[in-house]
């Protein structure tokens, strides 16, 4: 087997509409396909989240905090970030913390999934820096 990357994560949501609004008009990612019971976000280029309802026979019954789910995006400037979010009354898991390769925060949607922002910081050291994702587990 030879993956090439990520294509999407799928979550199962209890409010479509109100997961929509979370994602898309508050954190600000786009929409890139939507559907009456589907809807795919994220950058053209990039990897897609995709949110879906959860079933009506099946009980969305735990968060990512029960199990272990954590879904981890980059942003630019963090702290500007996290004030936009206290603006919209968005609950934060845990609040700024700066480490060497650069500052997270864990937030929570709207279902109890957590959602950990990662700014990298290129100041120093850059070449030893990566490209993808750096984020840190949520404890």
């Known amino acids: 087997m030879n993956i090439k990357r ?13 997961s929509i609004k979370f994602y898309h008009e508050i954190l600000g990612m786009p ?3 939507e559907r009456r019971n589907w809807i795919d976000l994220g ?3 990039g990897g897609t989240l995709s949110l879906h309802p959860a079933s009506i026979t099946t009980s969305h ?8 789910i ?11 970030a996290m004030d ?14 700066e480490r060497q390769a650069g500052k997270n925060a864990v937030i929570l949607d709207p ?15 850059k070449d030893r820096q990566t490209s993808g994702y750096v984020g840190f587990t949520p404890e």
């Open 6 to 18: 990520i294509g999407n994560i799928i979550l199962e949501v209890k409010d479509l509409d109100t």
């Open 31 to 33: 929409i890139k396909n």
């Open 43 to 45: 950058q053209q280029s």
């Open 61 to 68: 019954t735990s968060s990512s905090k029960e199990n272990g």
């Open 70 to 80: 954590l879904i981890g995006l980059t942003v630019g400037d963090l702290d500007s």
């Open 84 to 97: 936009e979010l206290s603006d919209a009354n968005i609950e934060v898991f845990r609040d700024v913390q």
């Open 111 to 125: 279902d109890g999934y957590l959602i950990s922002l990662f700014e990298p910081d290129f100041s120093k050291n």
